[in-house]
């Protein structure tokens, strides 16, 4: 007789019910699931009263897509000017003497020391400068981010290595991803879709978002705050910088090489009115580190102007007219309300490692994305009923109980997608009609081989637990196969590969469950039920 406990019962039917519940908030409105999320009293831990849906891609949602490359060039530029810092504290440590001044190459720098010893004593401290690529945990390369040489004329090159160089540029892409996020996620939107695109491009999907200037205008924006002493009149030219400024006009500003606080010391921007003319502006927010180096140069330059520089351009520039000491100001300069908003949102997000180009920009509306959400139903409801009347005609009885496992599966995906935030796209709608095939295939291969069984002679009871006992391993084998398929798709692939490779990998999932387990439990209840003397096809 068919063997199944009342506690796998039990256990089948409970996973069931949690399966309809986790999937019910994505039948709901939006309105109407804001409403349950406000009525959960705080003291109930929200997953047990679900109430996430499953968020719509770009091509279902529509909204906006964007593809930026890193500036590799920046990248580099800014390595060798650190390293040219390290170099100048290396010598000033070791007091050594230079024949002329640090040569500046395009990847690394130079340094002529005639007298032997003290090259010897240079080159150990120069070496060490030279860390392996990977870092000290073990987990890099092996191989040197910078190339130290000595030439027989007394000149030292120290040369960023290829390997430090992709190094740098690998770090550089994973914060950018990083700081986009940030700045994504501040404009309000749900589940963009942030990801690396070969060796320096980023791809970001904004789903819902129908304004791709403004997601431009956040993205490729650097944000590098500064801010600077305006230059007195007589200063040292080498200590003095041209920038241009964006006040009375624009023109040429002289401001001081010297930076007083960066932007990475800031750690609140909020928009804001001023109180006396009402204008938009930034009131901003640093740490304590920041807080005292401006409160100690403000002191000292009373009366003097303040550039606020935002990549290399002085946004403004106010006369310092009392120390400020508190660690907060604001930013002001004839900024419109959404000016002011976004420059809020690029500082609190921080600043990008370098210049980001846009090479392919697009916006999906929503009437197309709708589009793709009926086709995706009309493909879906066709396939479902076919292979529903295929079951019927079929297998009768049994073809009724496939048929509920279906309907389960298609409910435990949409659960498992919602509890896991995954994103639901066309391609994903795709996989979802495709595991619908793979998990009736299950049904069928335990039906025909319980009508084989019969053939041989068997009873009708053995028949059953043959049927489900031998097809057992073929649907594991065939399920087994097609998990590994999807998962290499979801390592290896991008965007609608890894939507589509998502949805089967569930689907394969809870086909062991449902075409398995859950049509084992009906027909053994059927049987018990029914005491039937024939099989029902």
Request: proline share 5%; aromatic share 6%; with cysteine.
């Amino acid at each position: 007789m068919l063997r199944f406990s009342r506690l796998k019962t039990i256990g089948v039917i409970l996973l069931t019910l949690a399966g309809f519940l986790y999937a019910m908030p994505s039948l709901l409105s939006p309105e109407t699931r804001r409403s349950v999320e406000q009525s959960i009293p705080s003291f109930i831990p929200k997953w047990i009263v679900p109430h996430q849906a499953i968020a719509l891609g770009l091509d279902l949602q529509g909204g906006s897509h964007v593809l930026l490359e890193v500036d590799t060039a920046s990248v580099v530029r800014a390595q060798v000017n650190a390293l040219r810092d390290d170099v100048r504290r290396v010598l000033r440590e070791q007091r050594v003497a230079l024949s002329g001044g640090i040569g500046v190459q395009a990847r690394g720098v130079s340094v002529r020391v005639p007298d032997a010893a003290e090259r010897q004593k240079l080159l150990p401290e120069l070496r060490k400068l030279s860390q392996p690529v990977g870092g000290g945990l073990g987990l890099g390369t092996g191989q040197p981010a910078i190339e130290v040489v000595e030439q027989p004329d007394g000149l030292i090159q120290l040369t960023l290595s290829e390997t430090g160089i992709n190094e740098r540029v690998r770090k550089a892409i994973d914060q950018a991803m990083e700081v986009l996020r940030r700045r994504v996620d501040a404009l309000g939107t749900t589940e963009p879709n942030i990801q690396r695109q070969g060796v320096d491009r980023i791809l970001v999907q904004v789903p819902g978002l129908q304004n791709p200037q403004r997601l431009k205008e956040i993205l490729g924006t650097t944000a590098q705050l500064e801010f600077r002493l305006v230059a007195e009149p007589g200063a040292n030219p080498g200590d003095v910088e041209t920038l241009m400024s964006s006040e009375d006009g624009g023109g040429p500003m002289q401001v001081e090489r010297r930076v007083i606080v960066q932007g990475e010391d800031l750690i609140d921007a909020q928009p804001a009115f001023d109180s006396r003319t009402a204008e938009p502006i930034v009131n901003f927010r640093f740490n304590v580190r920041g807080a005292q180096r401006f409160g100690q140069v403000t002191t000292e330059a009373v009366g003097r102007p303040l550039a606020i520089v935002l990549d290399r351009k002085v946004i403004s520039a106010p006369r310092i007219l009392q120390p400020i000491t508190g660690g907060s100001g604001q930013i002001s300069g004839r900024f419109t309300v959404e000016q002011a908003n976004n420059l809020a949102i690029l500082l609190r997000a921080g600043a990008l490692p370098a210049p980001l180009t846009i090479v392919e920009e697009r916006t999906v509306g929503p009437g197309l994305g709708q589009d793709s959400i009926d086709a995706g139903k009309k493909a879906s409801w066709v396939a479902a009923a076919l292979v529903v009347g295929f079951m019927l005609v079929c297998y009768g009885t049994f073809g009724v109980f496939a048929n509920i496992a279906l309907f389960v599966h298609v409910v435990l995906i949409f659960a498992l997608m919602s509890m896991l935030g995954s994103t639901l796209t066309l391609p994903g709608i795709a996989g979802i009609v495709l595991t619908i095939g793979t998990a009736v295939d299950s049904n069928v291969l335990i039906y025909e081989r319980i009508r084989e069984e019969a053939r041989l002679g068997r009873s009708m009871i053995s028949s059953l637990e043959a049927g489900f006992q031998r097809a057992f391993a073929t649907i594991i084998d065939s399920n087994v196969t097609m998990f590994i398929a999807a998962a290499i798709l979801f390592f290896l692939g991008s965007g609608p590969v890894k939507g589509f490779a998502v949805t089967l990998i569930l689907g394969i999932v809870t086909t062991v469950v449902t075409a398995v387990t859950m049509t084992r439990m009906m027909i053994a209840l059927w049987y018990r039920w029914t005491k039937p003397t024939k099989l029902p096809f």
